[in-house]
Nanobody, 127 residues
């Protein structure tokens, strides 16, 4: 059973930075594309970023492009989301998700492509 555990969320001031971590256990990370999603109160879950198995493909939502960076360390079974220049509108619960794929270049931000999810970590951007 694949398990994902997010961490790193906290209260931060506008303009600040955070790094979220997603530790995967129960399987080798090499076989999975990983996505980061977020959900703010009263809003639908939004795909923020994703990274392919081979690191060859990444994607960022327009709202975070240039501010967020996704990376993975397969040796540590961990995926990171570095978030800079945070804005109040980035406030949400952030989730990581894993999707098994044979395509090493595949990455998507539709939740339908991901079968395993973490429990989420709260990011609050406020002064």
């Amino acid at each position: 059973q694949l398990q994902l555990v997010e961490s790193g969320g906290e209260l931060v001031q506008p303009g600040g930075s955070l790094r979220l971590s997603c530790v995967v256990s129960g399987a080798t990370l090499d076989y999975y594309a990983i996505g980061w999603f977020r959900q703010a109160p009263g809003k639908e879950r939004e795909g923020v970023s994703c990274i392919s198995r081979s690191d060859s493909s990444t994607y960022y939502a327009d709202s975070v492009k240039g501010r967020f960076t996704i990376s993975r360390d397969n040796a540590k079974n961990t995926v990171y989301l570095k978030m800079n220049a945070l804005k109040p509108e980035d406030t949400a619960v952030y989730y990581c998700a894993a999707g098994a794929t044979t395509d090493s270049t595949f990455c998507a931000t539709s939740p339908a492509h991901y079968g395993s999810w973490g429990q989420g970590t709260q990011v609050t951007v406020s002064s």
